[in-house]
């Protein structure tokens, strides 16, 4: 059983910074492409950034390009989503998910690539 779990959201005010960490167990991290979602309150869960298998494919909303990176570590099961300069519209729950497709190195953007996923973070950034 693929289990994802986040952590590292909190408050934090206009401009501050958070790390975002999501800790996966039950299957062969390395094999598989990782992504960050959100969702803010009444709105649907969308596309934050993702990461391919090998790390040499990443993508990212343009919402966030410039001021997030996504990152991972393959020999700890953990990937990561460093938040910089980070803006009220940022606030939401924010999710990893874990691709569907084994051994793909590309970063999905579809939420219908992912087959697991944590139960999310709350990022809740003060104006």
């Known amino acids: 059983q693929v289990q994802l779990v986040e952590s590292g959201g909190g408050l934090v005010q206009t401009g501050g910074s958070l790390r975002l960490s999501c800790v996966v167990s039950?299957?062969?991290?390395?094999?598989?492409?990782m992504g960050w979602f959100r969702q803010a309150p009444g709105k649907e869960r969308e596309f934050v950034a993702s990461?391919?298998?090998?790390?040499?494919?990443?993508a990212y909303a343009n919402s966030v390009k410039g001021r997030f990176t996504i990152s991972r570590d393959n020999a700890k099961n953990t990937v990561y989503l460093q938040m910089n300069s980070l803006k009220p519209e940022d606030t939401a729950v924010y999710y990893c998910?874990?691709?569907?497709?084994?051994?793909?190195?590309?970063?999905?953007?579809?939420?219908?690539?992912?087959?697991?996923w944590g139960r999310g973070t709350q990022v809740t950034v003060s104006s």
């Open positions: 039950g299957r062969t991290f390395s094999a598989y492409g």
């Open positions: 998910g874990s691709a569907r497709e084994r051994d793909a190195d590309y970063a999905p953007r579809g939420m219908g690539s992912y087959d697991s």
């Open positions: 990461i391919s298998w090998s790390s040499s494919s990443t």
